[in-house]
């Protein structure tokens, strides 16, 4: 690749960064309100989040997607069922393994954060031309498929 060719994708990659950045801001501003007036620790939100993605999980693959103990994971999700957030079973595979996974409400209160920047995704969408939504699901994917690539986690499941 020459210089010049080089020089524009990184002009172009720079600009994208920017976009994604101002882009982030809008959506942390429309999701704020639900975020700012939650009563949960960062760490139960991350469980919450966890199990967003991921769905019904085996309680020591909770804990190290999180990033701590399965001792300290029970703590969280001792809390968050008290809230009627989630729930444990056990692994119909294995009695051994507990499993853990949100409740309506806590879909719903997941949803609930989401939602403000989906909606407003949506409005602006429909405000485009055809053939710029087409534009943009094209980039969109082959930045997808980028992104599965490159990344390690895409073995463990997040990639849904």
């Known amino acids: 690749m020459d210089s ?10 720079d600009r994208l960064r920017d976009l994604e950045i101002r882009q982030l801001k809008l959506f ?6 639900p975020l700012l ?8 939100l991350k469980v919450l ?11 020591h693959e909770l804990a190290e997607r999180v990033g701590v103990s399965v001792a300290t994971l029970t703590g969280i999700v001792d809390r968050l069922a ?16 507990r499993r853990v996974d949100l409740t309506e409400e806590g879909r719903a ?26 534009s943009l699901v094209r980039g969109a994917e082959a930045l997808y498929a980028a992104l599965l690539r490159s990344s390690p986690s895409t073995s463990a499941g997040w990639e849904r």
């Open 4 to 13: 010049g060719a080089s020089d524009t994708k990184r002009e172009l990659i």
């Open 37 to 44: 007036s939650t009563t949960l620790t960062i760490q139960q």
């Open 28 to 33: 942390l501003r429309d999701r704020s309100l």
């Open 82 to 97: 008290a809230r009627s957030l989630v729930f444990r079973r056990e692994d119909p595979a294995d009695r051994r393994v």
């Open 109 to 134: 209160l997941v949803n609930d954060m989401w939602g403000a920047s989906h909606k407003r995704m949506s409005e602006a969408l429909q405000t485009l031309d055809v053939e710029t939504l087409r």
């Open 49 to 59: 989040v966890a199990l967003a993605i991921d769905g019904n999980t085996p309680t």
